[in-house]
């Protein structure tokens, strides 16, 4: 099974799992999207499900999703005093410490950061977080590769693909959300380069990539949406968003806010975007973050559900027809360089 992205048959998806929608911090590219750290996400949704025509640009919608959200202040209030609680008191020396280095009350803020973090844990545990559907994101995703030779790989390159990207975007917009992304990512083909300069080699290849793949897309300033243009390096034996060594760099061109909200058409399939995921999500307590929906690859099912906590979400039971539905295949459970060692 191939283990770098570059290989994969589906760059698209590989990536989405393991840099979007993995639970934890590995999933680096949640920030560069301006993703809410609690989120809902829904993942390669065909657009009809969405209440959105078919046959109409977007077919699938790569990436959807919302905030997470505790309703009840007090609560929040209450699971920040446990947590403060049980934390260690830091002392004296550290806080001065700390304070020299990156400037008066660094200690306290990253104590407080810590905390909230711990706190939103906790409510996670309680199911006391819930999807909340008033502020909605959408992204494309689009995935070339650079190779060791320095070019561009990947069927969607060149004008006319090009296009259909845009479109594709364009017609993310239409559906209503109010924050509309298209995500070109360019991942690499591992150099190999003299012991111990494979990280840094891996970041300056990434580099290349993100300047040739700019040159390649064709984005415009008056598209309706904002193109993000993430390169990710990578090194021999390991997979990169494991391997932390990244050149994640990240140029954003267009715009963020959605310009086609307030348009009555637009404004009534907002409101069957938000009705087809409330359906699924409306009383369902998150028990992961990112919490996670799926379609049913079964044609004649389809059904959106969340996948059970317990086994890999991405090949899972379908609750409505029972049909093992495979939304990507399972990964290898040994990673590659325990495999080399
Ligand atoms: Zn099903």
Not at 149 to 165: F, I, R, V
Not at 316 to 329: D, E, K, N, R
Request: charged share 25%; hydrophobic share 40%.
């Amino acid at each position: 099974m191939p283990d770098h992205l570059y290989e994969s048959p589906d760059r698209e998806l590989l990536l989405i799992r393991r840099f979007i929608a993995d639970e934890g911090p590995a999933a680096t590219l949640r920030w560069s999207l301006r993703l809410p750290r609690l989120c809902w996400l829904g993942i390669r949704i065909p657009a009809p499900r969405l209440g959105w025509p078919a046959g109409k640009k977007p077919g699938d919608v790569d990436v959807v999703g919302g905030p997470l959200v505790c309703r009840d202040r007090s609560a929040w209030l209450r699971a920040r005093t446990e947590i403060r609680a049980q934390l260690p008191p830091v002392s004296q020396t550290v806080r001065d410490g700390a304070d020299e280095l990156f400037g008066r009350g660094h200690a306290k803020r990253s104590r407080e950061g810590t905390i909230d973090q711990l706190a939103t844990e906790l409510l996670c545990a309680r199911g006391q977080l819930r999807p909340s559907f008033e502020h909605m994101f959408a992204f494309e995703v689009k995935v070339a590769w650079f190779g060791r030779d320095s070019t561009l790989h990947g069927a969607k390159l060149g004008g006319s693909p090009q296009k259909m990207a845009r479109k594709q975007a364009r017609g993310l917009t239409r559906m209503g959300p109010d924050h509309v992304g298209l995500l070109r990512a360019v991942v690499t083909e591992p150099c190999t380069a003299p012991a111990g300069g494979a990280w840094m080699h891996a970041g300056a290849h990434a580099s290349a990539a993100a300047d040739a793949y700019e040159q390649a897309i064709r984005a415009r300033v008056e598209d309706p949406f904002a193109t993000i243009v993430a390169s990710i390096g990578a090194v021999p034996g390991r997979r990169e968003h494991l391997a932390g060594s990244l050149g994640v760099n990240v140029p954003i061109l267009g715009q963020w806010q959605n310009p086609l909200r307030g348009e009555p058409e637009v404004e009534r399939a907002r409101e069957r975007l938000r009705a087809a995921f409330a359906n699924v999500l409306e009383d369902t307590a998150a028990t992961r973050v990112p919490l996670l929906v799926l379609a049913c690859a079964h044609t004649s099912c389809g059904a959106l559900f969340v996948p059970a906590r317990a086994i890999d979400p991405w090949q899972t039971l379908c609750p409505h027809c029972s049909g093992l539905t495979t939304v990507a295949p399972i990964e290898n459970t040994v990673p590659p360089n325990d495999r080399l060692s």
